[in-house]
């Protein structure tokens, strides 16, 4: 007997009885917004309306340019495993539990990390093993929509905002300004500041990793050495960002006052600190790239 013939632009595979790839999709994403909506309002509202987590749009905003960037994969391909059913129904199960179990207990944390599951076994069950795999890097970029613990956040942020303003405190001394330290509360002249939880605290740090893996992603190196060196280097690049972002806000506060410190200037101080962080990436990848050049 011979073979139905497969046409190689055909979005579903032979034989699945399955609706158009495009219906498919329809459906998913309005299944989504239906389960989400109300998670993702929550977010704009309580958490990313804060100072301290106020990347949340743009990281959302990355994801989906993320996974747009790769819709390719998604095509499928003759040859291609069809699904893994079981795996993806038992995924769909977990991230189902998770999301009601939050928005029982009014977690966003868990209502957040359920998307991962669901997207992932939406993927499973629509395209099998292949696409998931092409897409492991925007899956694993929305950890960064994931709100942080509080516990987490009050352990590690307090000891962050004393080593930089530690740091600020004695650089601006060194060159000549009367600083004096007190804490996180920096006295500059006549003028005190409190370097708070949005200026050195672990939301600038997640922050800053996620600029800095997203770098990594786009420029794909296939050294494995750099990757992981580079990586490592977010943590003090970070440290190094904070520490321009604090003695930034200290200048204008001392130079122009309290009000230009406190109005729009602060908020161009929270660019100064990611331009910083991305051309201090790019140097650390500059120089790791010429350490590891092939011999000529």
Same mark, same amino acid.
């Given at each position: 007997?011979?073979?139905?013939?497969?046409?190689?632009?055909?979005?579903?595979?032979?034989?699945?009885?399955?609706?158009?790839?495009?219906?498919?999709?329809?459906?998913?994403?309005?299944?989504?917004?239906?389960?989400?909506?109300?998670?993702?309002?929550?977010?704009?509202?309580?958490?990313?309306s804060t100072d301290e987590q106020g990347h949340g749009p743009v990281v959302l905003a990355l994801c989906l340019w993320l996974f747009w960037r790769q819709r390719e994969s998604m095509?499928?391909?003759?040859?291609?495993?069809?699904?893994?059913?079981?795996?993806?129904?038992?995924?769909?199960?977990?991230?189902?539990?998770?999301?009601?179990?939050?928005?029982?207990?009014?977690?966003?944390?868990?209502?957040?990390?359920?998307?991962?599951?669901?997207?992932?076994? +939406?993927?499973?069950?629509?395209?099998?093993?292949?696409? +998931?795999?092409?897409?492991?890097?925007?899956?694993?970029?929305?950890?960064?929509?994931?709100?942080?613990?509080?516990?987490?956040?009050?352990?590690?942020?307090?000891?962050?905002?004393?080593?930089?303003?530690?740091?600020?405190?004695? +650089?601006?001394?060194?060159?000549?300004?009367?600083?004096?330290?007190?804490?996180?509360?920096?006295?500059?002249?006549?003028?005190?500041?409190?370097?708070?939880?949005?200026?050195?605290?672990?939301?600038?740090?997640?922050?800053?990793?996620?600029?800095?893996?997203?770098?990594?992603?786009?420029?794909?190196?296939?050294?494995?050495?750099?990757?992981?060196?580079?990586?490592?280097?977010i943590v003090p690049i970070s440290f190094a960002a904070n520490v321009i972002r604090v003695i930034a806000l200290a200048l204008i506060t001392y130079h122009l006052g309290d009000a230009a410190g406190?109005?729009? +200037?602060?908020?161009?101080?929270?660019?100064?600190?990611?331009?910083?962080?991305?051309?201090?990436?790019?140097?650390?990848?500059?120089?790791?790239?010429?350490?590891?050049?092939?011999?000529?």
């Open positions: 007997m011979s073979k139905p013939a497969v046409n190689p632009g055909s979005s579903s595979p032979p034989g699945m009885g399955l609706p158009p790839f495009g219906l498919q999709v329809a459906l998913v994403v309005a299944g989504l917004a239906a389960l989400y909506a109300p998670t993702l309002r929550d977010l704009m509202t309580v958490i990313w095509a499928w391909q003759p040859g291609t495993d069809a699904t893994r059913p079981g795996w993806g129904w038992a995924l769909l199960a977990l991230a189902l539990l998770m999301h009601v179990f939050g928005r029982s207990q009014r977690i966003l944390s868990a209502q957040a990390l359920s998307a991962l599951p669901a997207l992932a076994a +939406l993927l499973l069950l629509m395209r099998g093993t292949r696409p +998931l795999k092409a897409m492991w890097f925007p899956l694993f970029f929305m950890l960064f929509l994931v709100p942080l613990p509080a516990a987490l956040v009050e352990a590690v942020t307090q000891p962050m905002k004393l080593a930089v303003s530690t740091v600020a405190a004695n +650089l601006l001394y060194s060159v000549g300004y009367p600083v004096a330290r007190s804490g996180v509360i920096l006295q500059v002249g006549p003028y005190q500041l409190l370097v708070a939880d949005a200026c050195a605290g672990l939301y600038t740090l997640f922050t800053l990793e996620a600029m800095g893996l997203l770098y990594l992603n786009v420029v794909r190196s296939a050294s494995l050495w750099r990757n992981l060196t580079l990586a490592l280097l406190q109005g729009f +200037l602060h908020g161009l101080a929270g660019i100064v600190l990611f331009l910083s962080a991305l051309l201090l990436i790019v140097a650390f990848d500059s120089v790791l790239r010429w350490l590891h050049r092939p011999a000529a």
